[in-house]
């Protein structure tokens, strides 16, 4: 048995997500996922749900209208369509679980050095708008909610998630107290970015050397900020097996980069909080696979 403490790895897959058939969105990834950490006979690890966020948890990095008109389902088409996820109370009470998975998160990371959620990463979401399959942007909460608790003062986010972060980069402008990092591919959605703290855009079809290299990069310059928690999305999207991600990173360096990032992050005695981020590969056992790892990564370094 472990010496150290669990990691606590949050998952909220159960609240299901009620799409039509042919819908894009790959929501069968999250219990995939959570069954292979069930199966994957590691010591060490606690599985639990979260408590759902707030109204006033989530007011402290959404527009409290914004945030209100999402539970009573007031939001316009435009805005559904924006988000691209049927409005319904499963969506609702599944984005609060989520939300509320990054914050227990980063409770269990800055008591045990690191935790996951295995949903999060919705970074597409602003202060007043959801977008990209985005409801609420959990990191972004997650952070107010440490601050505002007086557990951290700055935080770091790394986001290697194909997609750019522009729903944290535009929440947290402007903020010194938290630095956003984002490595993306230039082409890619979101098709405006909003500039974050350090953004690394990198070419259709580039592979795993400019994807370590920009991860190094990031990293540095995110933990050169002294945070005293990082936020790392991992994301499964710039695999070569991916349909929306336009790079070819194998799933070799996609493993490094769990090990630079969770090494570095040790080295510095950061606690780090491991959201999922996006993945929607062309074989979904690619994603979960993929995603696994990020997550056995952060439980093997544990208590040791």
């Not at 998952?11 to 894009?24: A, C, I, N, W």
């Not at 295995?118 to 990191?139: I, M, P, Q, S």
């Not at 690394?200 to 995110?222: N, Q, Y």
Request: hydrophobic share 40%.
């Amino acid at each position: 048995s472990s010496s150290g403490p669990l990691v606590k790895i949050y998952h909220t897959d159960h609240f299901g997500l009620t799409l039509p058939p042919e819908h894009r969105f790959p929501s069968s990834k999250y219990s995939l996922l959570r069954q292979r950490v069930a199966s994957s006979g590691l010591a060490g690890v606690e599985l639990l749900v979260p408590a759902a966020a707030t109204e006033a948890q989530l007011a402290l990095a959404h527009d409290a209208s914004y945030v209100r008109r999402v539970l009573a389902g007031e939001l316009s088409a435009a805005e559904v369509r924006r988000i691209g996820l049927p409005w319904s109370p499963a969506l609702v009470e599944r984005a609060l679980r989520s939300v509320g998975g990054t914050i227990e998160a980063s409770r269990a990371a800055l008591a045990e050095e690191r935790a996951a959620n295995l949903g999060g990463g919705t970074h597409h979401a602003g202060a007043g708008a959801g977008e990209g399959y985005c409801v609420f942007n959990d990191v972004a909460v997650a952070v107010r909610v440490a601050q505002s608790e007086g557990r951290v003062q700055r935080a770091a986010v790394v986001d290697t998630d194909v997609h750019q972060g522009n729903g944290t980069a535009a929440i947290f402008r402007g903020d010194p107290s938290v630095y956003t990092f984002s490595l993306h591919g230039a082409r890619n959605f979101p098709f405006r970015k909003v500039a974050g703290d350090l953004d690394i855009e990198l070419p259709d079809g580039a592979g795993d050397d400019e994807f370590l290299w920009a991860v190094e990069i990031g990293l540095r310059a995110a933990l050169g900020q002294h945070p005293e928690l990082v936020y790392y999305l991992a994301g499964a999207d710039a695999h070569e097996g991916d349909r929306l991600g336009r790079l070819r990173v194998s799933r070799a360096a996609l493993a490094e980069r769990d090990r630079v990032v969770l090494d570095a992050c040790q080295r510095a005695a950061v606690p780090v909080v491991v959201v999922m981020g996006g993945g929607y590969g062309r074989d979904i056992r690619d994603t979960v696979e993929i995603q696994l790892h990020s997550v056995l990564e952060a439980v093997r370094r544990s208590g040791g």
